[in-house]
């Protein structure tokens, strides 16, 4: 089941196109499915999702953990700005925008479990 319309990659594909992009030990990949953009590097830059001409820039929880929201939906982040912290095992780890821009759409809730790949906020450059 697809979560948006406009989204022609679905959570599960996503996840699985991650794994085998580590899995492959590769630098760089770019898909485009049907108007959805998807742009992974092995940099430390968190992937780059686009859906039609918007760049949006997803930013997706780098591990297992309880999300708490920083940011919401309206603020202006700066790439190097906290936009949510996990809390795996007994630390916590600062989540980062990746890029400058607005907070276009939030994933989760605050509070909640959250796994490795997934959705968090999404940011628009800008």
């Not at 030990?25 to 898909?31: A, G, I, P, Q």
Request: with cysteine; glycine share 10%; proline share 3%.
């Amino acid at each position: 089941m697809r979560e948006n319309a406009a989204m022609a990659v679905t959570r599960e594909e996503l996840t699985s196109l991650l794994e085998r992009f580590e899995e492959l030990d590769l630098t760089e990949l770019v898909l485009d499915v049907a108007g959805t953009r998807v742009e992974l590097t092995s940099d430390g830059r968190p992937p780059r999702v686009s859906v039609g001409s918007a760049l949006q820039h997803r930013v997706s929880a780098p591990s297992v953990g309880i999300v708490h929201l920083t940011s919401a939906v309206g603020n202006r982040v700066r790439a190097g700005d906290v936009v949510c912290t996990l809390d795996v095992w007994k630390s916590s780890l600062p989540v980062h925008a990746g890029v400058d821009g607005v907070v276009q759409g939030v994933h989760v809730a605050d509070g909640t479990m959250v796994e490795y790949g997934q959705a968090l906020v999404d940011v628009e450059h800008g």
